[in-house]
């Protein structure tokens, strides 16, 4: 016995299907938003002390904090690459007001650009980094670090140039 013996039934079969589908896209999307715990590392700026979330991965770099409706105080995220480049950012996705440092090999700030959520324009390193660090907006200003102030970080962390 067909339970849709109707086509208005089997119309009704096909949206009931679709629907399903969508939810179960919705719901992988859901999932793949969360992030798994990235390491975490201590860095300091003058006496301000930062807990940065590190993304060394190509994977962790494309996520970044997108997705996250906040970030704490003192809380930000460490981009490391594997050598120095012109590093740019966007807020793809994004819901929190950032401000980025470029940072040279050795932790000094090389520019901070302030970023806007959900916005594609394009913040980039004023010259070759190997790291960047986002924190939420004014951090850095309300600070008063810019270029030339120094980070430090883990013992070999900011060391110069490799």
Request: aromatic content about 8%.
């Amino acid at each position: 016995m067909n339970a849709f013996p109707t086509p208005s039934g089997r119309i009704a079969a096909a949206f009931l299907v679709i629907a399903a589908l969508l939810a179960a896209a919705a719901s992988a999307s859901a999932q793949t938003q969360a992030q798994a715990p990235l390491p975490r590392v201590e860095l300091q700026a003058g006496i301000h002390l930062i807990s940065a979330e590190v993304a060394a991965d190509d994977r962790s770099r494309a996520r970044g904090l997108m997705f996250r409706e906040h970030l704490g105080p003192s809380e930000g995220m460490l981009f490391v690459f594997e050598s120095p480049g012109s590093q740019c950012f966007w807020m793809r996705n994004t819901k929190v007001p950032l401000s980025i440092a470029f940072l040279a090999d050795d932790g000094s700030i090389v520019n901070v650009a302030r970023m806007q959520p959900m916005s594609e324009d394009s913040h980039c390193s004023a010259r070759p980094v190997r790291y960047a660090l986002e924190m939420t907006q004014g951090w850095f200003e309300k600070r008063g670090l810019g270029p030339g102030s120094r980070l430090a970080g883990p013992k070999g962390m900011f060391a110069g140039p490799r």
